[in-house]
């Protein structure tokens, strides 16, 4: 199985978990993120996923491998939707098989923080009083935003 | 690296070469259009940037991008070759 993939459709989670299963491990652990009504105050009503694929699969296995040989983890998958998601819809499925649940814990928490950091990835939220945007991007508008260099903080979300 | 073009200071010494942009999200939708090919005398992407910036209606400084050529994350300032695939990458929110 790929260690990550794209979907335009929804994932199954249940096909994608049993592609961990290994009698050598005893602990599995898995992210979902789904689709949250609000951010930062706004209602959202749908999201639109983007990707640059080719070099978000590279980077990604390079994010798995690293999980891999980190923590000891004996396998670990990672899927990402693109394409128009309702609110609710499961956006991203992570998951670690691994002999025991520490290294599963932490191999896990280590992916989904890696692939929201580094994947060419982006998502437009649609909202309900009729306007969009990109996440973290609106606010980096040049001329109005200036060119400093301190507002990185901006760039992160949950 | 290659080193710098010789030849006097701030005169271009590379002519137009061929170059592929893509574009994504919030960048896509300001150049209104996913790829294109062009002929730019740019060096380095950096400077692609600025000669697209003046072109279309950015509204990202090159700070909060990053640069993919040919598929793979480099820095702003690598020399440009004829036939390079060159993607500016917006602030990512995957997840």
Known sequence: ?158 | MDPPPTGGFGESTINAQPLTVQYYALLREQAGRREERLESAARTARELYTELAARYPFTLAPEVLRVAINGEFAEWSTPLAAGDAVVFIPPVAGG
Request: charged content about 25%; hydrophobic content about 40%; some cysteine.
């Open chain 1, 1 to 158: 199985m790929a260690a990550f993939s794209f979907s335009r459709t929804p994932l199954e989670v249940a096909a994608l978990r049993a592609a961990l299963a290994d009698p050598a491990c005893g602990g599995y652990a898995a992210f979902e993120g789904w689709v949250r009504d609000s951010h930062e105050g706004q209602r959202v009503r749908r999201l639109e996923y983007e990707a640059y694929e080719t070099l978000a699969v590279r980077e990604a296995e390079r994010i798995v491998a690293e999980a891999v040989a980190r923590f000891g983890v004996r396998h670990a998958a990672c899927a990402h939707r693109v394409g128009d998601l309702a609110v609710g819809e499961l956006a991203v499925w992570v998951g670690v098989s691994a002999p025991h649940r520490d290294e599963a814990f932490r191999a896990c928490r280590y992916l989904i923080d890696e692939i929201k950091q580094r994947l060419p990835i982006w998502k437009k939220e649609h909202y309900v009083n009729g306007d969009s945007g990109w996440v973290n991007c609106e606010r980096c508008a040049a001329p109005a935003h200036g060119h400093e260099h301190g507002h990185e903080q901006d760039h992160e979300h949950a």
